[in-house]
């Protein structure tokens, strides 16, 4: 199904090659853009390079934490900073909303977690309320994205109709199983919120896979892939914490601490990029 007037904010892809371009391929980045995303990797990749050469364990953990935070909060603001360049009443400016407060609860949680160890000297302890954080962006990302699907009219092919039930299966499965610890534990709160995380990021990849498939080459803005990658870096991330948790083996500013910042950091490119679509005439 091609994107129309009410989900491109006035641009008919498919008919309209200027829009085409313009739209659905995008704005070219700008050398200011293509300089900030640069220095954002420098940023991220240096958490696992710490790692590797096995930096003070107290300093290693200030950077990766704080990297992580200035990450969600920057990527909030591109979203909020989106949002605000659609007119009241436009979707998309719905859509960019939610998407900014789903990454603000993850940052306000991240808040938590690093002052808890700056003020304890200790590892903050699992589960804490900084999960309570965590756990919210996934809800917000779904409606956001099913918002985007259905204002975009996006019809996802048939082969992700029946790929997005086995996708949230099998990735449950292996949530299920990285957290299994958690979830036989004898304390309520441990087996809750493992059982959340459980259920929480298999449905927000199937649903964003879901939403992916119906893009096609001509129907969607190329920014929302930035979006898509960003989002499956953060499955990873949580998953692969998870794992370590469980294993008595994580430690803030271990290597998998990239992933966060580099998903936020292709979440905030994605806004950049629809807000300068939609500035050129989206």
């Not at 659905?24 to 990749?45: F, H, P, R, Y």
């Not at 200035?70 to 436009?90: E, I």
Request: proline fraction near 4%; hydrophobic fraction near 55%.
């Amino acid at each position: 199904m091609r994107a129309t007037a009410k989900g491109c904010g006035g641009a008919d892809c498919d008919s309209d090659p200027e829009s085409q371009s313009r739209f659905c391929m995008g704005e070219a980045m700008s050398t200011a853009e293509k300089l900030l995303t640069v220095l954002w990797l420098l940023a991220a990749l240096l958490i696992v390079a710490l790692d590797l050469v096995g930096i003070d364990a107290d300093l290693r953990s200030s950077y990766s934490n704080g990297v992580q935070l200035f990450a969600a909060y920057v990527s909030a603001f591109f979203c909020f900073r989106t949002s605000r360049s659609f007119p009241a009443g436009n979707a998309a400016r719905q859509v960019w909303l939610l998407m900014g407060a789903g990454v603000v609860a993850w940052a306000l949680g991240q808040s938590y977690f690093w002052l808890y160890g700056l003020l304890s000297g200790q590892e903050t302890p699992y589960p804490s309320p900084a999960d309570v954080g965590f756990l919210m962006i996934g809800p917000l990302f779904v409606v956001a994205l099913l918002r985007f699907r259905f204002d975009a009219g996006l019809a996802a092919p048939l082969w992700a109709m029946l790929a997005a039930p086995l996708v949230l299966l099998a990735a449950a499965a292996m949530a299920t199983y990285i957290n299994l610890a958690g979830i036989q534990s004898g304390d309520w709160s441990i087996r809750l919120v493992s059982i959340a995380y459980s259920v929480a990021d298999p449905l927000l990849l199937s649903v964003t896979l879901l939403v992916a498939s119906g893009f096609g080459r001509g129907s969607i803005a190329r920014s929302w892939w930035y979006v898509v990658l960003g989002i499956a870096s953060f499955f990873f991330a949580n998953q692969s914490y998870s794992a370590l948790v469980f294993h008595d083996r994580y430690a803030s500013g271990s290597a998998i601490d990239v992933l966060w910042p580099i998903g936020f950091g292709l979440i905030a490119l994605g806004a950049a990029r629809s807000r300068a679509a939609h500035s050129a005439g989206w």
